[in-house]
């Protein structure tokens, strides 16, 4: 494969991975120890909050008042279009019972958790999209109980991000971020039902918190740094690939970008143009796009269009745009990616905020073996079985002789004994 590298990404300094876990080991340590009072300490310390930790219902169902019209309709068109496609994921997987053979029956059973944990970041932007795409999904799975956790601004969470967790249909929602958010949700603090899986996006200490908690609380992923690919062909327009290449960059300096184009002019206008409009964005977007395309953005030349669609399988992003002709090839032939963009007019902003499939995607190369957030992740598949008698001889030999030939006596005596009486039947 022959792809030429026309912008490098240098890369940025190596983060404190080890200090992270560390430090999260030792804050989940004390606030199993001391629960509450733990998170208490770490909410005024860490995020300067010493006001009430959970939002009162009526909170929520007034927040709408703070907010424009405008802002209020966005809120329920993006909110009726994840609804609308969770409840179509959720339609496409159903129970069912087959016989095997005469007498053995199988089945599958669709059960929702008990209780799903939603995070909703803080930070430099109010995460409104990030609030809908999972509570809405957790509903949508059917999930009997939905509690959200989200940091608090200077003046407490951002009125739009409470509306959205109330049109999603969160039950409880705790003012509390980071570690002691996430933990707060698994170990059932502040009065709030242990949580079964933890889902939603954020910093890399709530990455590793989850990481840290998996096992007895499922999680959606260990999720990174947003990250997105554009494939652009002669077709496609400079201006829109390198707005869209800005745009994604805006999410900050561990965010990468990447363009791979099979199409040299292209690429070379492109490369004038990223930097001009990061330079028309206002702060403190500005400085996070510009790192983000200094240290981690790529502009790579290929050859032909499979091998733009090879580097875009490599690459797996999480967020793949594919502004090139013959858009059918494309998704048919694509096939490591959290979710595909299709044609100039499908920005990857559309799937951020409104346009249905879930934003909370698999990054840093997850997407060779994981889809994102949707309702399966809510749902346990189960099976089971049952055997009528006349079925028993033909299964009872088959697991006995596999048992024994595996050096399991005692599960062949199971098989065993379940034709014994079946014999005494016939004798008799």
Same mark, same amino acid.
């Given at each position: 494969?022959?792809?030429?590298?026309?912008?490098?990404?240098?890369?940025?300094?190596?983060?404190?991975?080890?200090?992270?876990?560390?430090?999260?080991?030792?804050?989940?340590?004390?606030?199993?120890?001391?629960?509450?009072?733990?998170?208490?300490?770490?909410?005024?310390?860490?995020?300067?909050?010493?006001?009430?930790?959970?939002?009162?219902?009526?909170?929520?169902?007034?927040?709408?008042?703070?907010?424009?019209?405008?802002?209020?309709?966005?809120?329920?068109?993006?909110?009726?279009?994840?609804?609308?496609?969770?409840?179509?994921?959720?339609?496409?997987?159903?129970?069912?019972?087959?016989?095997?053979?005469?007498?053995?029956?199988?089945?599958?059973?669709?059960?929702?958790?008990?209780?799903?944990?939603?995070?909703?970041?803080?930070?430099?932007?109010?995460?409104? +999209? /990030? $609030?809908?795409?999972?509570?809405?999904? *957790?509903?949508? &799975? %059917?999930?009997? !109980?939905?509690? @959200?956790?989200? =940091?608090?601004?200077?003046?407490?969470?951002?009125?739009?991000?409470?509306?959205?967790?109330?049109?999603?249909?969160?039950?409880?929602?705790?003012?509390?971020?980071?570690?002691?958010?996430?933990?707060?949700?698994?170990?059932?603090?502040?009065?709030?039902?242990?949580?079964?899986?933890?889902?939603?996006?954020?910093?890399?200490?709530?990455?590793?918190?989850?990481?840290?908690?998996?096992?007895?609380?499922?999680?959606?992923?260990?999720?990174?740094?947003?990250?997105?690919?554009?494939?652009?062909? +002669? /077709? $496609?327009?400079?201006?829109?690939?390198? *707005?869209?290449? &800005? %745009?994604?960059? !805006?999410?900050? @300096?561990?965010? =990468?970008?990447?363009?791979?184009?099979?199409?040299?002019?292209?690429?070379?206008?492109?490369?004038?143009?990223?930097?001009?409009?990061?330079?028309?964005?206002?702060?403190?977007?500005?400085?996070?796009?510009?790192?983000?395309?200094?240290?981690?953005?790529?502009?790579?030349?290929?050859?032909?269009?499979?091998?733009?669609?090879?580097?875009?399988?490599?690459?797996?992003?999480?967020?793949?745009?594919?502004?090139?002709?013959?858009?059918?090839?494309?998704?048919?032939?694509?096939?490591?990616?959290?979710?595909?963009?299709?044609?100039?007019?499908?920005?990857?902003?559309?799937?951020?905020?409104?346009?249905?499939?879930?934003?909370?995607?698999?990054?840093?190369?997850?997407?060779?073996?994981?889809?994102?957030?949707?309702?399966?992740?809510?749902?346990?598949?189960?099976?089971?079985?049952?055997?009528?008698?006349?079925?028993?001889?033909?299964?009872?030999?088959?697991?006995?002789?596999?048992?024994?030939?595996?050096?399991?006596?005692?599960?062949?005596?199971?098989?065993?004994?379940?034709?014994?009486?079946?014999?005494?039947?016939?004798?008799?």
């Amino acid at each position: 494969m022959s792809v030429t590298s026309l912008k490098s990404a240098p890369g940025l300094p190596a983060q404190g991975v080890a200090d992270c876990a560390d430090t999260v080991q030792i804050m989940l340590a004390r606030l199993r120890r001391e629960r509450e009072s733990a998170a208490r300490d770490y909410a005024a310390r860490l995020d300067g909050w010493d006001g009430p930790f959970e939002i009162a219902p009526e909170t929520l169902a007034a927040a709408h008042r703070q907010l424009d019209a405008e802002l209020v309709e966005a809120i329920g068109y993006a909110h009726a279009n994840i609804r609308a496609f969770a409840e179509a994921q959720r339609a496409s997987v159903t129970e069912f019972e087959t016989e095997l053979r005469p007498g053995l029956v199988a089945g599958q059973r669709l059960i929702p958790v008990g209780c799903a944990g939603a995070y909703v970041p803080g930070g430099r932007y109010a995460h409104v +999209a /990030s $609030a809908l795409m999972t509570v809405t999904t *957790a509903r949508a &799975a %059917g999930v009997p !109980e939905v509690v @959200a956790c989200t =940091p608090p601004g200077r003046d407490g969470p951002h009125p739009a991000v409470l509306h959205a967790l109330h049109v999603a249909g969160a039950d409880r929602v705790l003012v509390l971020g980071g570690v002691q958010g996430i933990a707060a949700m698994a170990l059932g603090l502040f009065g709030l039902p242990e949580a079964d899986i933890l889902v939603g996006p954020g910093n890399a200490f709530v990455a590793e918190a989850k990481r840290q908690l998996f096992g007895p609380v499922g999680i959606d992923m260990v999720a990174g740094p947003t990250d997105s690919l554009v494939i652009a062909d +002669a /077709s $496609a327009s400079a201006e829109t690939v390198a *707005a869209d290449l &800005a %745009g994604q960059a !805006e999410h900050g @300096a561990t965010s =990468p970008v990447w363009l791979v184009t099979d199409h040299r002019p292209l690429a070379e206008a492109v490369l004038r143009r990223v930097p001009q409009l990061i330079d028309a964005l206002p702060e403190p977007n500005r400085s996070a796009a510009r790192e983000a395309w200094a240290a981690l953005g790529e502009v790579m030349l290929a050859d032909s269009r499979e091998e733009m669609a090879a580097t875009a399988d490599r690459y797996a992003p999480e967020h793949l745009h594919v502004q090139a002709a013959d858009l059918d090839w494309w998704r048919a032939r694509l096939c490591a990616y959290g979710s595909l963009f299709l044609g100039a007019e499908t920005t990857v902003a559309f799937g951020d905020k409104a346009a249905g499939p879930n934003h909370v995607l698999p990054t840093s190369g997850a997407a060779r073996h994981t889809g994102g957030l949707s309702v399966h992740k809510f749902l346990k598949t189960v099976t089971w079985q049952r055997v009528a008698p006349h079925a028993l001889p033909d299964l009872a030999r088959a697991t006995a002789t596999i048992s024994r030939a595996e050096g399991m006596e005692g599960h062949a005596r199971t098989a065993d004994m379940r034709l014994a009486p079946r014999a005494q039947r016939l004798a008799e």
